[in-house]
């Protein structure tokens, strides 16, 4: 799952440590920038009237290195805190003079010039694998933010970038989180859930799942075939019910599909059922009739919950998808489908992020188990972790 956009961050994030090694300064110039500290602090030590300060110390120590590289000074810098010892001469106590001096040789300051050296490659990475426009310029713009004149050792900028990554992905992906369980549970009369989306989501499998999810932890439910426009669709509904032993309200075909959920709701106030579970007719966002006819469901039976149920592999249409249902009635949650054939990975940091509500389970295959509760840290850390 999202294979293809963790591959291309992971190479994106790769080529950072390489544009950084080539500062790597020479022993030489090292040098020079020593022996210029020494006498810029000799002199401030003696208007101070302090002990002669050691900075020739370290200069004597790296005559006799054949190569100085940032790994050698932090491992000397970390002598100062008696960690090692690496060069004979040095003492164990350091000024903290000659402790700026060595910061400023082994960590570097990150400038906007150094940031915009690898935000490009990441930026289309994030692009190339569905991530929204808008979405990939905030990652961008947030990891900006964290990293612009951040002291960091130059042997872990890598490091450091894919950390600031994954803190700009989980912003762009969380929000306010949702406990279904504890919803049902909670309410006083029976959870209406309405299910809706664009035709061939998965809408009424996933429906079943989240019947099923709901009967393993003890809370019951009744199914409601409220989708009376598509051939076949109230029985692939009753088939599912019949199958997890649930109970399903229907109409005939051509009924108005708001009484069809008007009666799911009597008849689960009436035998005390905790949730109602409502199939809609797939509709296009741009089919002005059918999503008329959706506001009419919404406006007469005040759903407890609208769910958008989104297919994975839609690709960038998915954000339109999201916007649009969100502007007609008020989206909820979301519950991405065939997220386990899913390798870019683009829509799970997008869609919630487009209409700012959360994604509450993955669709992950075709069995009733196949639901997985949706969390924003994990799939963060799967996509940049090392």
Known sequence: MFGSLKKKLKEAIGRVSGKFAKEDKPKEEITEELKSEEIALSEESEKKEEPELIVHELSEDLKGEEEITTETLELQSNSMHGKNKVFPNAMAAQPKEKRSLFKRIVEKELTEEDINKFLPDLQKALLANDVAFEVAEQICEDMKSSLLRKSVSRRNIESAVRNSLKEAVLHAMKQDSMDLLKLV?????????????????????????????????????????????????????????????????????????????????????????????????????????????????????????????????????????????????????????????YDKGGAALSASHTIKKPIIFLGTGQSYDDLLPFDAEKIAEQLVGA
């Open 185 to 341: 549970k909670d309410a006083e009369r029976p959870f209406v859930i309405l299910f809706l989306g664009h035709n061939g989501t998965g809408k009424t499998t996933t429906l079943a799942k989240v019947a099923n999810y709901l009967k393993k932890n003890k809370l019951s439910s009744v199914l409601v075939a409220a989708d009376t426009f598509r051939a076949a669709s109230i029985e692939q509904l009753q088939e599912h019910a019949d199958r997890l032993g649930i109970r399903m309200i229907k109409q005939q075909y051509g009924a108005d599909p708001a009484a069809v959920l008007f009666d799911g709701k009597k008849y689960a106030e009436a035998r005390n059922i905790k949730a109602v579970l409502c199939d809609s007719a797939g509709r296009s966002h741009s089919n002005v009739n059918l999503m008329d006819e959706l506001k009419k469901i919404v406006r007469v039976n005040k759903p407890d919950l609208k769910v958008l149920i989104l297919d994975s592999l839609t690709g960038n249409d998915i954000y339109d998808q999201a916007k649009l249902f969100n502007d007609a009635v008020g989206i909820d949650a979301i519950i991405l489908t065939k997220a386990d054939v």
